[in-house]
């Protein structure tokens, strides 16, 4: 199948960018990377009366640290994040460890985060990260600039609070401190495809009690959501001795958060290869693997920490 008839624009700054997608008489959609919306379009499932190619804005481009958060800017490639270096601390550790999980390398060398965002799949892994850390999505739009807040902004598959009219300009997300360990685990049926469920955690661990827990739920749901049910279940609880292999005890805080999370707080839907009930099994126990992985990281970070001050 060919796409339908379309005007291609190229605006050279965000102020072009954004009076291009106000042309409230066409049908516009972003081009940032192309790999969901290329393929839309040659399918013919998105029709735009316009395109606008948003790679030749300098303005979007590149990452940085600003206080205590990371600003992506809505150009940077998925592929930005795969060297643990390339974020300082935890964070950095939870983006390279879960970057590897989206699609390929040809396709992570194009997509980028802030077109994740824009997308809004509920099977996309930066969008559930996002939703977990309280991200906040940029955009601007012929009224001005806006902060989204990531909780509040998915609203269904590829349904958000952002207006058409609106570009995402970055997407930021807090920096994670030293005391927190941090974890993403995905299952899905073959190598490249869309997770069937998938887990981000991060702990943070304050003499051995749990502080602070961010989980997120990847295709769980209609829309990338937070654990926050399970998180409750977490916070003043001692992490106590880790069990060594995957599998926990029943018991264990870690097991009863998976639990918990995927009776109260995942709404899966049925897909082919992999029901309902097939995924809250699933994430039941990717969360509590995923929990004791980031109980685990914490913990060398600490380690390290002490074993550099000695
Ligand atoms: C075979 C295959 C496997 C894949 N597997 C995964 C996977 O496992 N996990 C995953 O998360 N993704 C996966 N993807 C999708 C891929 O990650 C895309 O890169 C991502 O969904 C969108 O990023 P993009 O930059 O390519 O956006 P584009 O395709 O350019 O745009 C996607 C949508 O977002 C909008 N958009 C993009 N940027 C902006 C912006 N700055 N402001 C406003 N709107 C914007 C566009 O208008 C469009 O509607 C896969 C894709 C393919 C083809």
Redesign the pocket.
Known sequence: MKPAPFDYAVPRTIAEAVEALGDTGRKA???????????EMHLQR?RPDLVVD?NHIPELDGMRVEGDELRVG?LVR?AAFEPATAVPGPLGTLLSKTVV???HPP?RS???M???F??A?P????CAIGVALDATVEVTGPDGARALPAGDYFLGPHRTT?RPQ???TAVRLPLLGENTGVSFIEHRRTH?T??QVAVAAALTVHDGVIADARIGLVNSADRPIRARAAEDSLIGTETGPLPAGPRLPGEHPFARAGRIAATQDAAPLDQPYADAEYKRQAIAVLVGRTLLEAAADQRARLTAREGYHR
Do not use: C, K, M
């Open positions: 959609q972003v081009l940032a990377g192309g790999q969901s919306l290329i393929l998105v948003i809505a998925h999980n989206i699609a396709i194009r997509g980028t802030a077109g994740s824009g997308w799949h099977a996309s892994e930066w952002r609106e570009l995402i490249f869309f997770a």
